[in-house]
């Protein structure tokens, strides 16, 4: 960068030959740049420079201290460190016991789980005696026919309040009549 | 000088005698010199604020913006240091055209951007006087109007030439485009600029009529960018 580039940029360029027939219009931008350059508040400068200046102060610090903060020992690799440092044997401590404790589990599960597992339906319907399930539905249907009575059906109806009718006490015959 | 400067808004500020200064003054601002700092604030922050203030047509937004693309040059001085390679102008007003940017789609978003009350009377504030003043806040006003009505590329190139003063190679670099190419966006602008103008009957050749006879001058002289 040239003494007379640093001149021409800070001022105004100079029109190029090709520009002639525009010179006006050039001269006009110029002018209304000047408006635009003067408009600017006399203590704007002041501002930015207190705003901006603790940033360059950063820079003034020791070398060593930036060097520090900028080279490999980050602010990621320094947690890590300290990580590493305090925190490894309470993190190996930790680990133990949950081993112990998830192996304590899986041994309960395998002593509980058998009895505890819910049955299958396959396993319900074979405790089910389809040749019984008949005789009582015969016997039912047989005890309908007959008007019979709970006991005919060999059910005990002692516990059956007195108070009670005939037609309460035997139920399936009602049921019975009304089919 | 530069003290001077300061104090009064209206005096341009003053040049860094060469590269070996500007180069100095980026060392010391990034080794934390506060001098240096404010010395480089107050080299480009018009420039930076008048880029700003042109496009987003809004003084506060100008400011925070000016204030925000310093602090992140602040931030990369101080964070990864910075050896002058004559790149220190396109990299500022990168930073800044991104910023802007980024600001006007923002914008865009939440709604058609507005025109600041107070820009509209800037153009009377400096340099004139009487009857001439109102005519150069019409003339002004009319400039800003036609600048809204031509494309985005062909403004970016006359706000990056005339509010940032940037060099027709700073702008290559800066847009990553030929000079060429930039130079007939420029020019075709321009003559699109004078046009809307000229349609709207507002008369240009005796407002510039001072600058422009020094820009011929130049033009003619054979100077290129």
Redesign the interface.
Known sequence: ???S??????????????????????????????????????D??T???A???P???????PVLKLHEASSEETLGSRRQERARASGSAWKHRRLAWAGLAMAACAAIAVLVMPSAKPRRASDLASNIDPVAEMDLLIAAVDAMDQHATLPALGIDDSSIPEALSDEDRSPLVEIGGSL | MRESSARNPSLPPPPPADSVELSTLLQRASKGDQGAWEELLQLYSRRVYALARSRLRNDHLAEELTQSVFCTVASKLATTGYTEQGKFEPWLFRVAINRIRDHVRSMQRRGPIGSDAALEGVAAAPNTTGAASQTDSDVMQALRGAMESIGDADRQVVELRHQAGLSFAQIAEILDEPIGTLLARHHRALRKLKSILESAGVSISGMAAADSSTQIKSARSGVTP
């Open positions: 960068m040239s003494l580039k640093h001149e021409s940029s800070s001022e105004f360029q100079p029109l190029p030959h090709d520009l002639a027939d525009v010179a006006d219009m050039d001269a006009l931008l110029q002018s209304e740049a000047r408006v635009q350059r003067s408009s600017m508040p006399a704007l400068v501002r930015i420079a705003v901006s200046s940033m360059l102060q950063q820079a003034g610090e």
